[in-house]
């Protein structure tokens, strides 16, 4: 009896799913990036559990981002990301996705360098201006030119970003197609460090 033929989804995960092995898959980026449905699909096709920080932050304080930005302001609310992330990152594998401030914060940093394989999904500003500006939820937007605050924290932040183990584009396309993008660039990073 001859082998069934695995289907190229199914080898791009298992695959995927041995290069992350026991580590934890981060995803970064600015908010409108992606990340949280993104990675809601990658630990779908891992068979990992996914945990949104943010959804987190606000399960463990009962307030909601802008409620807590409002009430302890934005100082305070790094501190609390930053003991969450250092919680959430003690076990693995999972896919954690993190606020947009989350990995510019240097302690935060530190804890998901430490704490697993950090994916940046980069987009650019049309993209994520079309995704952000029909919520009224993004406590750093609440300005005058909510895009132009938006470029600004792209120029600041990209840098920074920049520092994340692995780039992925966030484009315009099926949240599926981006998700299959973070998994070939997880199999592609193993394959490099083995190589080397």
């Known amino acids: 009896m001859s082998e069934p033929l695995l289907t190229v989804a199914d080898s791009l995960k298992d695959r995927a799913r041995a290069a992350l092995g026991s580590r934890n898959l981060i995803l970064v980026g600015l908010m409108g990036a992606g990340k949280s449905a993104v990675g ?3 630990a779908s096709q891992l068979g990992i559990p ?4 943010d959804h987190e932050i606000e399960r463990v304080s009962r307030m909601t ?8 302001g934005e100082d305070e609310f790094r501190a609390l990301e930053t003991r969450v992330m250092k919680r959430l990152l003690k076990g693995g594998p999972r896919v954690v996705s993190t606020g947009g401030g ?7 940093r530190r ?19 079309e995704r952000v500006n029909k919520r009224d939820n993004r406590p750093l937007l609440k300005t005058e030119n909510p895009k132009q605050t938006l470029e600004g924290l792209m120029n600041a932040r990209y840098p920074i970003y920049a520092q994340a183990d692995l780039t992925v584009l966030s484009r315009d396309v099926r949240k599926e197609i981006m998700a299959d993008e973070v998994l070939k660039a997880v199999i592609e990073a193993q394959k490099e460090k083995a190589a080397s």
């Open 40 to 42: 809601r699909i990658v």
């Open 50 to 53: 996914f945990i949104d920080s």
């Open 65 to 72: 981002i802008p409620e807590l930005f409002a009430a302890y």
């Open 102 to 108: 989350a990995f510019i914060n240097e302690r935060t």
């Open 111 to 129: 804890h998901i360098i430490k704490g697993g394989v950090s994916v940046w999904l980069k987009a650019d500003l049309d993209v994520l201006w």
